[in-house]
């Protein structure tokens, strides 16, 4: 089973095949960083954020389990939404990450991207 996920293509079990560069038809040549999942849904990261005065948090950066660290190049969009992938209820970050809209979630303090 390959489905394809904003990040690249995910394959069978609970890892996750990220393809940093990734341009159908889809191939081995490429940067690739894999990625242990979530059975929910859901792929914690950490997250180093600015804590602005007015109480607004704006991502910096993510990091995977495997140390790689991925910069938020924009901040496109803040609202509370729901996760429809993963489940639940947080602050839905909107982010431009390597040139792809990435969605980061905040709940409570956890920080996840959606499978």
Same mark, same amino acid.
């Given at each position: 089973?390959?489905?394809?996920?904003?990040?690249g293509r995910v394959t069978? =079990? $609970?890892f996750f095949i990220l393809d940093l560069n990734p341009t159908?038809?889809?191939?081995t040549s490429g940067t690739y960083v894999c990625v242990k999942g979530d059975t929910m849904g859901k792929i914690f990261v950490e997250v180093t954020a600015r804590?602005?005065?007015? =109480? $607004?948090?704006?991502?910096l950066s993510i990091k995977w389990e495997d140390g790689r660290v991925f910069?938020?190049?924009?901040?496109?969009?803040?609202?509370?939404?729901?996760?429809?992938?993963?489940?639940g209820l947080g602050i839905r970050y909107a982010c431009k990450i390597m040139g792809k809209q990435v969605y980061l979630f905040d709940d409570e303090g956890k920080w996840f991207v959606e499978k």
């Open positions: 089973m390959k489905e394809q996920t904003p990040f069978e =079990g $609970s159908p038809p889809y191939s804590h602005n005065t007015d =109480g $607004s948090i704006r991502p910069e938020a190049d924009r901040l496109i969009d803040v609202r509370q939404a729901a996760s429809i992938k993963g489940g």
